[in-house]
């Protein structure tokens, strides 16, 4: 799932699901169990992505759930049969996801206050939908993009020109220049998994540190279902490109290691942005908890994992 | 023999080498051969300027300086995420489709422009399946190839032949045609023969299906992603079409092809001043590329200053002597292939155009002379493909695909590509039988 670093979470789960409803809908299969069998599969190879995006697993589960449910109480094995239950459960994901986003972002604007001026970092869905639609609302306020790779920054950048919000840009390692004038950190995440730590783009815990030592609040816009429901990998999952490279103008080697995620404790942020409101770290790990509880029950129930 | 002579053939030989042998950057290697062929008296300054063919270099530049216009315009990431969502995934579209939008931008393009627009995106969709990548890859290599040699301005090696001989953008259209949709007939055949199993449906298996869909969302977004300005695009795709019709109807009213080229990038510089600046363009323009031709069309000069082309065609008259006009077509073909295999073919072309023109002064006018010109091209062209240094677009594309992390051992590339291209030169073969007889 390397795309998850250069779309975001949110986008690649549009991506996924509709990536999922086009394979449906091509696929020619010999039969029920190989349907089933096959659908099981791709759902074992998404659950083991590095690192897992609890997102998109969920997604998968409760399709698995709806077809098992359908083959219980009905005979009718055809493909156009499984195609339609899944459009169904597609579309509802869909709904959910709108509504959700809509609060999430509602939560978002009513903290940013006159004259802001907002750090941001990743890629995140719900922080850009946000800036945006604080902007369309007419809200007063500046934007200070911590510029990475080129090529994340570069897409930030092109959606913030193109919805005329000002902004600026400041290499990531340049940022104490520029902290006395930042007013708000809003950053996204990939998940937050039962340590309770953040897992977000890489840079993000840089940044979460130096802003946490500032006193400066920290917004993290995360969607509770965005949680991983599972015992956190004690192993550390990220993926590092090594690359040796030779320097032109003298003749050295070195090694150059790059990470595609950071870890950051949830304590860490002052607010925690989510379809439900905006809320502290204590008020998440409850939230967690209980969701927690309640996966362990469903999964019990119904899977082998 | 004098001793200019030997030293013209030295001057030659070792710059050869060292161009075939990637010693050196081949434009320092070129151009010193030159200054050297000045320094020690085998040319005078002025001969040496004067053999530079500013014909071919002018068309060159022109072409270079409105590949980068065109590709700045992103007409052609629009075109290939447009062609990426129509194959759905399937990999024999995805073999289809690429093929002929490689082979139809090489017809207008540099070929190794191309590669560099198509290629990434073949490889993230067939990579990303689990599908085998060589037969994308060596067969997209193929198609820049052949797209290439069905032009005047497709390959670098056609530029030197036209302008070096006159001929024009239709002669080549008209005569490279048959051989050319052969030659991809067969490509196509080929690779849908040997090597099915990668290119077979997917539609039984889920998961190539779903990361399939996947990848081509994952290319529309990023490159569907870059906002296009319309009338950009409008101008570029007018002008465009202005410069082929220019190359098609030049010949008629007698329109140098170098004149249509550089006259249709000032034109677009100037309808494209907003998104489009000379100063950039021009430092996109491949110098190196174009000091190498000059360099090489001095040091032929020298070659033929002192006589040794001469000896060259005489000796290449004297071994086809007896044997009929199809046998010397047939030769010139083949040679051209094998030494586009083995060695760079502008080099190659840029001696052998001489050579040739001398040849032609022994023969019977009454023959048609013109088919040398379409044996040689056609060689030194489709020859290229034979080998992974055959062409700079093999070097390119398997450069690329390493950098993606699928080598292509020269082994494995060889396995393919050299009976195919056998194959081809065979087809090229059997065309220019059924045409003289």
């Excluded at chain 1, 074992?44 to 219980?72: G, M, Y």
């Excluded at chain 1, 510029?147 to 994340?152: A, F, G, H, L, P």
């Amino acid at each position: 799932m390397g795309i998850e670093s250069e779309v975001g979470t949110t986008r690649l789960n549009d991506m996924v699901l509709m990536g999922l409803k086009k394979a449906i809908h091509d696929f020619r299969e010999k039969g029920e169990e190989d349907f089933l069998q096959q659908f099981y599969e791709l759902l074992e190879a998404v659950k083991n992505t590095s690192p897992r995006i609890a997102l998109i697993i969920d997604h998968f589960f409760h399709i698995w759930n709806v077809l098992n449910e359908a083959k219980q109480q009905e005979h009718s094995s055809s493909h156009l049969y499984w195609e339609k239950k899944i459009v169904e459960a597609l579309k509802a994901f869909a709904e959910e996801a709108k509504h959700e986003r809509k609060r999430m972002i509602k939560a978002g604007v009513s903290a940013m206050s006159k004259h802001d001026v907002i750090l941001i970092h990743s890629i995140s869905g719900s922080v850009l939908d946000t800036l945006v639609e604080a902007k369309r609302k007419g809200k007063d306020f500046e934007v200070i993009v911590a510029e990475q790779e080129s090529e994340k920054t570069q897409q930030i950048v092109e959606l913030l020109a193109k919805k005329k919000i000002s902004f600026k840009v400041v290499p990531e390692y340049m940022l104490s220049h520029v902290e006395a004038e930042i007013t708000k950190v809003f950053l996204g995440a990939v998940t937050i998994n039962s340590e309770m730590n953040v897992v977000c783009d890489a840079g993000s815990n840089a940044i979460v540190s130096e802003f946490h030592l500032s006193h400066k609040p920290i917004f993290l816009f995360i969607s509770t279902r965005k949680f991983s429901l599972w015992k956190a990998r004690s192993e550390h999952h990220h993926y590092k490109v090594k690359s040796t490279k030779t320097l032109s103008c003298a003749p050295v080697e070195f090694q150059r290691l790059k990470f595609s995620h950071d870890r950051v404790p949830l304590s860490y942020y002052d607010v925690i942005v989510t379809e439900m409101g905006r809320m502290n770290a204590g008020e998440i790990e409850k939230i967690y908890q209980k969701k927690y509880k309640e996966r362990e029950a469903w999964r019990k129930e119904f899977f082998r994992d | 023999m004098d001793t200019l002579f030997y030293i013209a053939i030295a001057i030659f030989v070792i710059s050869f080498l060292a161009i075939v042998f990637d010693v050196f950057p081949k434009s320092l290697v070129a151009m010193t051969g030159a200054l050297l062929m000045v320094l020690f008296g085998v040319l005078p300054f002025d001969v040496a300027l004067s053999a530079v063919d500013l014909e071919t270099i002018g068309l060159l530049m022109g072409m270079m300086l409105m590949v980068d216009i065109v590709s700045g315009s992103g007409v052609f990431s629009w075109l290939s995420v447009k062609l990426t969502k129509l194959t759905g995934g399937k990999p024999w579209l995805i073999f289809i489709l690429f093929a002929l939008i490689t082979a139809l931008g090489s017809t207008f393009l540099n070929n190794v422009t191309v590669l560099l627009i198509v290629l990434p995106i073949v490889l993230a969709l067939t990579r990303g399946v689990g599908l085998d990548v060589k037969p994308f890859v060596i067969a997209t290599i193929f198609y820049s190839i052949i797209g290439g040699a069905l032009t005047l301005i497709g390959d670098p090696t056609n530029v030197i032949v036209g302008t070096s001989v006159g001929l024009g953008f239709n002669d080549f259209l008209f005569n490279m045609w048959i051989p050319i949709s052969a030659v991809s007939v067969l490509v196509l055949i080929f690779f849908g023969i040997f090597k099915w199993h990668s290119l077979k449906p997917i539609s039984g298996n889920l998961r190539q299906l779903f990361i399939s869909h996947l990848l081509i969302q994952k290319i529309e977004y990023k490159f569907g992603r870059q906002e296009l300005s319309k009338s950009f695009i409008a101008k570029v795709l007018l002008i465009l079409f202005a410069v082929i019709l220019g190359f098609v109807f030049g010949d008629f009213v007698g329109l140098n092809p170098t004149i249509v080229a550089l006259l249709g990038a000032m034109v677009l510089f100037f309808m494209t001043t907003k998104h489009s600046s000379i100063y950039e363009s021009l430092t996109k323009v491949e110098w190196p590329t174009l000091l190498f031709f000059a360099g090489l069309f001095v040091m032929v000069a020298g070659l033929k200053e002192v006589g040794a082309l001469e000896m060259i065609g005489n000796t290449f008259i004297e071994l086809t002597q007896g044997h009929s006009f199809l046998a010397m077509l047939l030769v010139l073909l083949w040679l051209a292939g094998i030494a586009s295999m083995l060695i760079d073919n502008v080099p190659f072309v840029t001696m052998m155009v001489p050579i040739v023109l001398q040849i032609q002064d022994t023969l019977d006018p009454s023959l048609p002379l013109d088919q040398m010109w379409w044996a040689m091209a056609l060689g030194a062209c489709l020859g290229g493909c034979g080998s992974p240094i055959g062409s700079s677009a093999n070097v390119v594309a398997l450069g690329l695909a390493e950098k993606s992390g699928f080598v292509i051992t020269n082994k494995e590339y060889l396995k393919i590509a050299l009976p195919l291209t056998l194959m081809m030169l065979g087809v090229c073969s059997l065309y220019f039988v059924v045409l003289l007889s």
